[in-house]
């Protein structure tokens, strides 16, 4: 994932807590980071889970665990890069 993945990772994850919050009726304090692991995409049962980019499915903790930017599942980001490799 290049700089450009993480930015746009980053800002849909901002945009999206920052609905939820404001639907909610919540106050967005200006030092919060979506990032610190208290984003979630959606809300409902799924809260607290990110999905794949591609397939939809859950992206594994542990990959967010090192890499809190990802925004595909292990699988389909290999596909990715041998995609891209390939030509």
């Known amino acids: 994932m ?3 993945d993480q930015a ?3 800002d849909e994850l901002f945009r999206r807590a920052a609905l939820s919050r404001h639907f ?3 106050r967005i304090s200006h030092c919060e980071r979506p990032m610190s692991g208290q984003a979630t995409i959606g809300s409902g049962p799924g809260i607290g889970r990110r999905v794949c980019r591609d397939c939809g499915e859950e ?3 542990a990959r967010l665990k090192a890499l ?3 925004v595909r599942c292990l699988d389909c980001q290999t596909k990715k890069e041998r995609r891209e490799r390939n030509g």
Request: aromatic fraction near 14%; proline fraction near 13%.
């Open 8 to 10: 746009q990772a980053n």
């Open 68 to 70: 809190p930017f990802a």
């Open 59 to 61: 992206i594994e903790p």
């Open 2 to 4: 290049d700089v450009f």
């Open 24 to 26: 909610s009726g919540q």
